[in-house]
């Protein structure tokens, strides 16, 4: 009998190549059949440049604007990255969905996903100006919430639509490099804010915000939509498809609620200082979980391809990822926790705090990498119901915990809630998993080649 293994050979095969070297560890280095990490790498080469400049931008802000008012930017911010989901209605999600089942139609595809995120980015901002009046009331101007509402609720979300369908057409790079163009535009505008003697208001940031994004994103959709020839608005094809996109969004908002629900949370039930503190090493973390990010967006649009097969078939690939992901992610927790007295030097002195902060939030790296993996499956395998449900779970858990530990115990609470919630969530997705492959109707490929012989001899 033979044991048809995931990796194309049998389980009585060789455990190490002609160099002594074991094959999975070849494996890992060459990047399988696929060219994934090559195609990682290319990703990873936009998505740092991304990264990277949103990073500087942060510090920038950290350090031009007062520790008062950037508490304050932050939890807006925050607030914003809570709807931002909605804002699109899942529109990149659906683009890869659509895309594997029929990729002629690319530019009915993207026409769709940038209607969708231009209707529903509009009143994501609406409730955005709402949420901050009854949270902030007279200590944050509308006009400066409508600013960084519409630069992310809108510009941002229709680049996204853009740069998913250059991504499903192979594009890989150009993906990757689409919206590190609009956070070096913004960054230029902070550079030039930055000049000035007096510190950085949040009206001026956010007018400089709101005109670059906005210039940036007409470029941009302009390129996407290059060579689609004369596209048709479909209004009502693309509101049919939003009933699925929200699906997307529901578990994308609730994955937002959890990530940036603590820094809001903050800045209402702790002090500024304490949201500032928090932020700076939550941005830390996620500047260093850019190379498994940039490999988890290249695998996601093959898991919709793999995934039409059922949740094993999406499964056997998820598993050929997860050594990959755990050789960067654990190694890159490591580090965090040995350069986190470095937080004071970037930041400057008053965030000494921070460094505590990071190495509480370190584990975080490893957590994201197994929770993802799982979450991406049950995507890929039609089965995202499954998935916005888990993701509910823990962002209501999340915000519970927060109203408990916050008041008590400012950002040491909201480490706790963070990374309780992020194992919770390890533990709901995998377990869904499990779940689906019991009720699959496929069976592994355990066969025996004899009696098949026997029949065709017959």
């Known amino acids: 009998m033979t044991l048809a293994s995931d990796t194309g050979g049998t389980a009585s095969g060789p455990i190490a190549d002609d160099n002594g070297r074991p094959r999975l560890l070849r494996r890992l280095l060459s990047g399988g059949h696929d ?56 529109a990149p999600s659906l683009i890869f969905q659509n895309h594997a089942d029929a990729p002629g139609e690319w530019a009915r595809h993207l026409a769709r996903g940038l209607l969708l995120s231009l209707i529903f980015g509009t009143a994501a901002t609406a409730l955005v100006g709402v949420a901050a009046v009854v949270i902030w009331g007279a200590e944050v101007s509308l006009l400066d919430v409508f600013g960084l509402a519409v630069a992310d609720l809108v510009a941002w979300r229709l680049i996204e639509a853009v740069a ?46 709101t005109v670059a994004s906005a210039i940036i994103c007409l470029l941009l ?14 209004l009502r094809g693309s509101l049919a498809q939003s009933r699925s996109g929200m699906l997307f969004a529901v578990g994308l908002s609730a994955q937002t609620v959890y990530n940036d629900i603590d820094k809001v949370m903050l800045s209402r039930l702790s002090t500024t200082e304490n949201a500032a503190i928090y932020a700076a090493a939550y941005r830390v973390i996620d500047f260093a979980y850019t190379p498994v990010r940039s490999m988890a967006a290249v695998a996601y649009p093959r898991f919709f391809e793999t995934g039409r097969d059922g949740p094993r078939a999406a499964l056997r690939y998820a598993r050929t990822l997860m050594p990959r992901y755990l050789l960067i992610s654990v190694p890159t927790a490591v580090l965090l926790v040995a ?7 970037v930041f400057g002195p008053e965030y000494d705090a921070a460094t505590p902060a990071l190495q509480g939030l ?20 039609r089965l995202q119901a499954r998935r916005t449900v888990c993701q509910i779970i823990v962002g209501v858990v999340n915000a519970a915990l927060n109203v408990w530990l916050i008041p008590r115990y400012g950002w040491q609470g909201a480490i706790v809630s963070s990374l309780v919630c992020d194992a919770l969530l390890a533990v709901l997705l995998w377990g869904c998993v499990i779940a689906a492959l019991r009720r699959d109707p496929q069976t592994e490929a355990v066969t025996s080649p004899q009696p098949t012989l026997q029949k065709e001899r017959a």
């Open 221 to 234: 959709v302009w390129y996407g939509l290059r060579g689609a020839g004369r596209i048709p608005l479909d």
């Open 35 to 90: 060219g994934f990490l090559r195609k990682s790498g290319k990703f990873f080469s936009g998505t740092l440049l991304r990264t990277a400049a949103q990073g500087v931008l942060f510090v920038l802000l950290a350090r031009e604007m007062s520790i008062d008012t950037y508490g304050l930017f932050v939890g807006v911010t925050a607030l914003v990255a809570v709807v931002s989901p909605f804002a699109s209605a899942g």
């Open 339 to 345: 350069f986190a007295w470095a937080m004071p030097l």
């Open 362 to 381: 370190s584990a975080l790296v490893v957590l994201k990498t197994i929770h993802y993996l799982a979450a991406d499956t049950l995507s890929g395998s």
């Open 164 to 209: 998913a369908s250059v991504q499903a057409r192979g594009r890989i790079f150009l993906a990757s490099v689409v919206p590190a163009l609009l956070h070096l535009g913004r960054l230029a505008g902070a550079v030039a804010l930055a000049l000035a003697p007096e510190p950085i208001t949040i009206r001026e940031w956010a007018v400089t915000s």
